[in-house]
């Protein structure tokens, strides 16, 4: 069995920067991995990311962590990124990481996603460059996610993004916003090759729980969805029903 | 409260319109829809005697369709005659109108629905939007075609006591119309104070006024008015406080000074409205971050009361944990 605790839109900010207690102290012992899925900082600023670094240094267990829209905002992204990985956080931007775990192998994919919305509301790359650009991004990141899951051999395999790959953890939201919110892109790139869960942020006002139209569950850990300083997730060790995954 | 003329004088006629608008009353005040009467009932009560065959209601958009259900549960038949303004209703051949887009983009909104008054008519009790919404009303309704709007909206003048402050506020909506109407008036010898023309006029036409430089425009009336009293721009955002704009932008603008402005970076308030009153709701991780974002909103929005309804959001230890059964 694996325990993975998750969170995602922490939105640190100025105000934590003198905040002696860590949300995460209590962590160790109750899983074997954190996953942030983005919005770590609220301004996208390198003293905002110091603040949460030092609430994440000396965490014993495996820390992975993608950006959100938030972290880009100041153009510090690279900073903020290599902050955290400077306190031994695994900062993955269409990347992949295999961790070992009491023996076993736990394999995440990690991107931010974007936006571009759902069957029947999606965005095309069709039109102005301004709106190709915005489509294309979308579809980069599903590439990405698709080629990352395509290589990923792992006892857990998982996806940590920021934005959603499905509809379902949005409910809450007002469904103007959608399309800024996730892509079925995501979902579909995770259905082709499977997965055991996928962990997202970035919708405040969606719901904890849904799956991709294949049955992968994804689980939407935005703070303000979960209301507690993250959330732990059990997965018992077992087959994957999905053929990909390598354990079939 | 005011009693209300007789609508019509067929006596038949008079007996059919009286029964079915009192079904509407009873079918309106038992659904608790927020609504007031306009048209000919509004007319008559607050004008000049009138007649009229049908029965206008003035209800907010989102609750037209819950009018229908709620009329058709007392006998009558309704149609969506047209989705962005009108749908109607019948019972023994007298036609309610509900209307839920005024000629101008006028809307019953909350201000509105406040100032609402009570008449009485044959003992019932009548709400009927209150005169100074109808005078704009009718203003921005009249027509070649309907010619009988402007006459219904003068004799407002003559008949009512109007507040002109709020009309000159609610004017925003048409202001040109109302502005040729109360000259128009004038012209009649009918009553409006000088002052109300002027500060319509200045309201239009900005420093201009003065100037003489006014050029005629070809701008519809809803759409102008509020940009020519240009605010100072924030230095550090680029960002406009909306001080005199219509209401209707305020929200949008807040919006985007809380998501831009370094002082909160925002994107997750929810903000209600209502005229110039503004809630702020949801969730944020701190007491600093609330109060910097209310800090904001008043210093955004000048003129407007703010109401700070944003919790902590907690952030505590996780309960236990969810166990995901891997596979089937």
């Given at each position: 069995m694996i325990r993975v605790a998750a969170i995602g839109d922490v939105h640190y900010d100025r105000f934590c920067l003198n905040r002696a207690q860590s949300p995460f102290e209590t962590l160790a012992g109750r899983s074997d991995l954190l996953l942030i899925a983005g919005d770590l900082t609220q301004a996208g600023t390198l003293e905002e990311a110091q603040a949460l670094a030092s609430h994440l240094r000396g965490i014993s267990i495996p820390i992975v962590s993608v950006l959100g829209n938030h972290d880009f905002h100041s153009d510090q992204q690279n900073q903020i990124t290599e902050t955290l990985r400077s306190v031994g956080v695994v900062m993955l931007e269409r990347e992949t990481v295999t961790l070992r775990i009491r023996g076993e192998s736990v394999g995440i994919v990690g991107l931010k996603g974007f936006g571009g919305g759902f069957s029947g509301a999606c965005i095309t790359e069709f039109g102005e460059p301004e709106v190709k650009s915005f489509a294309r991004h979308g579809r980069l990141q599903a590439e990405a996610l698709r080629s990352g899951l395509k290589s990923l051999k792992a006892d857990y395999r998982f996806v940590l993004t920021h934005f959603s790959p499905v509809e379902g953890t949005l409910l809450g939201e007002r469904r103007e916003v959608y399309p800024f919110l996730g892509s079925y892109m995501l979902g579909e790139a995770i259905d082709e090759f499977g997965a055991d869960a996928a962990f997202h942020g970035h919708a405040h006002h969606g719901t904890e729980r849904g799956e991709t139209p294949g049955g992968v569950p994804v689980r939407n850990v935005a703070q303000p969805v979960i209301h507690h300083a993250y959330k732990i997730y059990n997965f018992e060790a077992g087959t994957s029903r999905l053929s990909n995954s390598k354990r079939s | 409260m005011r009693a209300l003329k007789r609508t019509t004088v067929n006596p038949e006629l008079a007996d059919r319109f009286n029964r079915v608008l009192g079904e509407t009353v009873e079918a309106m005040d038992e659904s608790k829809i927020r609504y007031a009467f306009i048209g000919g009932i509004a007319s008559g009560g607050l004008g000049r005697p009138r007649s009229t065959h049908d029965i206008d209601i003035f209800v907010m958009p989102e609750d037209?369709?819950?009018?229908?259900?709620?009329?058709?549960?007392?006998?009558?038949?309704?149609e969506k005659t047209d989705p962005s303004w009108l749908f109607k209703a019948f019972k023994s051949d007298i036609l309610v109108d509900v209307i839920f887009k005024s000629k101008g983009e006028i809307y019953l909104d909350n201000e509105m629905f406040g100032r609402m008054i009570t008449a009485e008519f044959h003992g019932k009790r009548l709400k009927l939007v209150a005169p100074e919404d109808l005078f704009i009303i009718k203003a921005a309704a009249h027509s070649e075609l309907t010619p009988g709007h402007w006459h219904d909206a003068l004799a407002l003048l003559t008949h009512s006591n109007l507040d002109w402050e709020y009309l000159l506020r609610r004017a925003r909506r048409a202001p040109r119309r109302v502005?040729?109407?109360?000259?128009?008036?004038?012209?009649?010898?009918?009553?409006?104070?000088?002052?109300?023309v002027l500060r319509l006029f200045a309201n239009i036409f900005g420093e201009l006024a003065d100037t003489g430089a006014v050029e005629p425009s070809n701008v519809h009336d809803s759409h102008r008015d509020f940009s020519r009293v240009q605010a100072k721009a924030n230095p550090t955002t680029g960002l406009r406080a909306p001080t005199r704009e219509h209401p209707a932008y305020i929200l949008p603008h807040l919006r985007e000074a809380l998501a831009q402005d370094p002082r909160t970076h925002e994107l997750d308030i929810q903000i209600e409205q209502d005229g110039y009153k503004i809630v702020l709701q949801g969730e944020v991780t701190h007491q600093e971050r609330r109060v910097a974002v209310e800090n904001l909103a008043k210093e955004f929005c000048p003129g407007c009361v703010i109401e700070n309804h944003i919790e902590i959001l907690p952030c505590t230890e996780p309960g236990e944990p969810e166990e995901i059964s891997r596979g089937d």
């Open positions: - | 037209a369709e819950l009018v229908l259900r709620a009329l058709s549960k007392h006998g009558f038949s309704t502005l040729s109407l109360l000259l128009y008036a004038q012209s009649n010898d009918i009553w409006v104070p000088n002052h109300v």
